[in-house]
Every structure is written in C-alpha cells, then in structure tokens.
C-alpha cells in the first residue's frame, strides 16, 4: 500500500524516531502501526547489540528520596557522548527509571530492568531509545540506601552522585550536615567509612608498602612492623571517611565534625557513583 507523509508522521509522532526510519517501517509493515512500531523496537535491539563493544562514560546520575529522608535511591544511566546525556529524551528517561526504582523497590539492576514502565520494560524503553539515537544506553549503577537519615549530593554536572546514609538523628541540621560529607566525599574518594571497612587484602598491601619503605630507608628490622603500623594508620586518616581531615574546617575530623553537630552522629554507609 502506498505510504502517506501523514502516515510517517504519525508514525515518528508515536515513536519519536526519524523520518525515514519510520518510512521504512511503514512500508515493511505494510502500513500496519503496530507492527511498524515492532519492527522499530527490533531495530534499537540490533543497534544495542551492534553496539554492545562502545564505551559509555557519559550520562547523568538520578535521585530519588523519600519525604522525610530516611531512604533514597540514585541511579547511573550512561550513554556515549555528552550531547546525548543532555538529549531532553534521554533525560526524561532517566527520570522515569529513578521513579520506577523507587517505587518498585527491585533487589538487583536486573530485576530493575524488567520492571514495567508504561506499556514496556524498562529495558525494552532503554531498547527504544538506542533505536532513536543510535548510541549505546545502559544502566551502570542501581544503589538504595536507608537509615535515620540519607542524605543525596550530586556533583560535576549530574556526572557524580554521592549518597550517605547518617545514623544517630534526622532534622534539617541533620540534612546540611549530610550534604557537606557528600561533597566531602566527592572531592576526597574515601575507601570505606572508617578502618574497620577496609578491605583485609588492602590492610596487608599497604603494611607489604610500609615494612619495604622501611627496609628500604635503612631501619633495623625489629621496628619494621612498627613503622608498617604507624604507616597504616596514616593511611586510614588519609583514606577512611571518619578519620579524614574536614575539608571545610581543618580542625575537625569528618567524625568529629558530625558529633559538633548532633552528639553520636555518625555516618553508617556511603555510596559514590561516577560517571566516565
């Protein structure tokens, strides 16, 4: 059957895909909506694939919190360059999939991606878009935290998100305070909340480090597991959220610093998401 512009139009105006794409579906389908409509979803999945080698290090973090800021997720949603993570459609996506994510509550990114999200999936919508834009789209990072409270920063654009979940208090000061460990966070990469949260591998790697330095420098051998120690704790101030320097006032601990502000205030887990 002959193929009307006003055919394509309401074709594009129902997908969001281009002109000629959808011409082509149409006369494929032989004019059957429905089936074009198929055929243009078939062809984003073989844009996924044929795109499954890319890189993605572009995109933007999304948040969600609820309204008394005890629980909040943050999702990466990432695509290959930058002027499609600042696409209106692309970012009306990633709004969506965070609600999603939040309301539905899926255990694993996999089970976020099979959650419904208007008449499909939320990967068939992730399928559809790449269908539209010809670049790879994917979801990287699905993260839920919950305590007495959780605190979002994002940062560099919507390219780093930082969620905290506190333990001790809520409130508004609570909130502030939450908001100046996630910059904290952002700006100093911190392995674990304190030295108990490091890994037994990197414990033994840097106390490898510190007994070489050691040896190297000339020190007798009885006091090289002492000064392996004493290098070990440096690097627990240096790396571990709790212990670290304040960065916006030298003369707190980060731990210190939030016992100033509620006493036995604490932050119980952490989450850093970059994108790129």
Same mark, same amino acid.
């Given at each position: 059957?002959?193929?009307?512009?006003?055919?394509?139009?309401?074709?594009?105006?129902?997908?969001?895909?281009?002109?000629?794409?959808?011409?082509?579906?149409?006369?494929?389908?032989?004019?059957?909506?429905? =089936?074009?409509? /198929?055929?243009?979803? +078939?062809? *984003?999945? !073989?844009?996924?694939? @044929?795109?499954?080698? $890319?890189?993605?290090?572009?995109?933007?973090?999304?948040?969600?919190?609820?309204?008394?800021?005890?629980?909040?997720?943050?999702?990466?949603?990432?695509?290959?360059?930058?002027?499609?993570?600042?696409?209106?459609?692309?970012?009306?996506?990633?709004?969506?999939?965070?609600?999603?994510?939040?309301?539905?509550?899926?255990?694993?990114?996999?089970?976020?991606?099979?959650?419904?999200?208007?008449?499909?999936?939320?990967?068939? =919508?992730?399928? /559809?878009?790449?269908? +539209?834009? *010809?670049? !790879?789209?994917?979801? @990287?990072?699905?993260? $839920?935290?919950?305590?007495?409270?959780?605190?979002?920063?994002?940062?560099?654009?919507?390219?780093?998100?930082?969620?905290?979940?506190?333990?001790?208090?809520?409130?508004?000061?609570?909130?502030?305070?939450?908001?100046?460990?996630?910059?904290?966070?952002?700006?100093?990469?911190?392995?674990?909340?304190?030295?108990?949260?490091?890994?037994?591998?990197?414990?033994?790697?840097?106390?490898?480090?510190?007994?070489?330095?050691?040896?190297?420098?000339?020190?007798?051998?009885?006091?090289?597991? !002492?000064?392996?120690?004493?290098?070990?704790?440096?690097?627990?101030?240096?790396?571990?959220?709790?212990?670290?320097?304040?960065?916006?006032?030298?003369?707190?601990?980060?731990?210190?610093?939030?016992?100033?502000?509620?006493?036995?205030?604490?932050?119980?887990?952490?989450?850093?998401?970059?994108?790129?």
């Amino acid at each position: 059957m002959a193929i009307t512009a006003k055919d394509v139009n309401k074709l594009r105006q129902m997908t969001g895909a281009g002109m000629m794409d959808c011409k082509k579906a149409l006369t494929e389908a032989d004019g059957d909506f429905d =089936k074009a409509i /198929e055929i243009l979803r +078939k062809k *984003g999945q !073989k844009v996924s694939a @044929s795109r499954a080698d $890319r890189d993605t290090k572009e995109g933007s973090v999304f948040i969600k919190s609820n309204d008394d800021n005890t629980e909040c997720v943050l999702i990466a949603l990432n695509c290959e360059t930058d002027f499609v993570g600042k696409n209106e459609e692309f970012q009306s996506l990633g709004n969506a999939v965070v609600e999603v994510a939040f309301s539905e509550n899926p255990v694993t990114t996999a089970d976020l991606l099979a959650l419904p999200l208007g008449d499909l999936t939320v990967e068939a =919508k992730i399928t /559809e878009l790449i269908g +539209k834009i *010809g670049e !790879k789209i994917e979801i @990287s990072e699905y993260v $839920r935290l919950s305590g007495d409270a959780v605190v979002p920063y994002i940062h560099a654009g919507n390219k780093l998100g930082v969620l905290v979940a506190l333990k001790g208090a809520n409130g508004s000061e609570v909130v502030d305070a939450g908001k100046d460990v996630g910059m904290q966070i952002a700006a100093m990469n911190p392995v674990a909340v304190d030295e108990t949260g490091v890994d037994s591998s990197v414990v033994e790697k840097e106390l490898e480090i510190g007994r070489e330095q050691a040896l190297a420098e000339g020190k007798p051998e009885q006091i090289v597991d !002492k000064i392996a120690q004493g290098k070990l704790q440096k690097f627990y101030k240096e790396n571990t959220l709790l212990n670290q320097q304040f960065v916006k006032d030298s003369g707190f601990t980060v731990a210190k610093y939030l016992d100033s502000v509620v006493s036995g205030l604490t932050v119980s887990e952490f989450k850093r998401v970059s994108i790129g």
